[in-house]
């Protein structure tokens, strides 16, 4: 199965955004043993890369590991040598693009109109995510997709239990999701990892009423 493919399967991506290495592998572990295993660890969090390594030393084919804020090619390429099986961004990048084509790894850029989306995608880009989503309804997805029915969306930022299967009824193939899943700037206390918990269990009784 693809890297496209498992995400599609999963229809969720969780995003860690702040936390140190340590930190991080305490909200995986409780991720992956709640059945939640497409992560992925952004750039602009503390030490990072170290964070990345760590992830996929530890848990290996257990977790689908994404990077998230790539920016840059060099960090694409650093990204892509730790282990990170697709790199996410809140923008697209044609050298990264490239890049990834060239490794065989997913690359996810981040659009907002239907010219941005339609043009990542006719440079070979597989999976858009439509970002930020929070100020979108479901029916932006269902529109770009009329005409566009050719796109993998992954609408990201505002995504949470109550809109998620309207995003994806909407057409969606998976979602981002952020503060919703993980919360940014929190101490990672026994309280906060059974809130995380918590939380996946909500979103997967969500997908589990969810309908084709």
Request: overall charge negative; glycine content about 8%.
């Amino acid at each position: 199965m693809t890297v496209l493919q498992q995400i599609i399967e999963h229809r969720m991506i969780g995003i860690i955004r702040g936390y140190g290495t340590e930190d991080t592998v305490k909200i995986v572990e409780t991720l992956v043993h709640n059945d939640f295993s497409v992560i992925e660890a952004t750039l602009n969090s503390p030490d990072a890369k170290n964070t990345l390594r760590v992830l996929n030393e530890e848990f290996g084919d257990r977790i689908l590991l994404g990077a998230g804020t790539v920016l840059t090619k060099e960090d694409a390429k650093e990204c892509i040598d730790i282990g990170a099986k697709f790199l996410l961004a809140p923008v697209y990048s044609h050298e990264i693009l490239q890049l990834c084509s060239e490794e065989n790894v997913l690359y996810i850029p981040g659009c907002y109109t239907p010219t941005e989306i339609y043009n990542a995608h006719s440079n070979g880009a597989e999976l858009i995510k439509v970002f930020p989503a929070g100020g979108l309804k479901e029916s932006y997805i269902k529109d770009v997709l009329a005409p566009l029915d050719m796109l993998n969306l992954l609408p990201t930022g505002g995504v949470n239990h109550q809109n998620i299967n309207h995003f994806l009824k909407a057409g969606a193939k998976a979602v981002g999701l952020g503060s919703s899943l993980v919360r940014t700037k929190q101490a990672v206390s026994k309280e906060f990892l059974d809130d995380l918990a918590s939380r996946v269990k909500l979103f997967k009784e969500e997908l589990d009423r969810y309908e084709d």
